[in-house]
């Protein structure tokens, strides 16, 4: 079994900084990747970040505003928010690519979501 626990959300003013994590725990034999997506009510879920070994991708709407780092010892991904908008309002949920042993593919897990407002 795999968990992975998001926290860090919350209201924020338009200017603002927030600083998502996420810990995953469990039954976890190899991490390929990690990251981070967004959902407001009525659209489809969209990617806002990745981190797969050294190289990072991000959604063009976030680019210079946020960064997305991993803590490998601690099976840990982050996204650090500068700069918020309005439109960064959404649920952010993590996910991990990842195989729980050797003979079993890999599968993606996810988190279950926290809230970030951006408002005045």
């Known amino acids: 079994q795999v968990q992975l626990v998001e926290s860090g959300g919350g209201l924020v003013q338009p200017g603002g900084s927030l600083r998502l994590s996420c810990g995953a725990s469990g039954s976890i034999f190899r991490i390929t990747a990690m990251g981070w997506y967004r959902q407001t009510p009525g659209k489809q879920r969209e990617l806002v970040a990745t981190?797969?070994?050294?190289?990072?991708n991000y959604a063009d709407s976030v680019k210079g505003r946020f960064t997305i780092s991993r803590d490998y010892a601690k099976n840990t991904v982050y996204l650090q928010m500068n700069s918020l908008k309005p439109d960064d309002t959404a649920v952010y949920y993590c996910?991990?690519?990842?195989?729980?042993?050797?003979?079993?593919?890999?599968?993606?897990?996810w988190g279950q979501g926290t809230q970030v407002t951006v408002s005045s």
């Open positions: 996910n991990a690519d990842l195989s729980t042993d050797w003979l079993t593919p890999r599968r993606v897990f």
């Open positions: 981190i797969s070994g050294g190289s990072t």
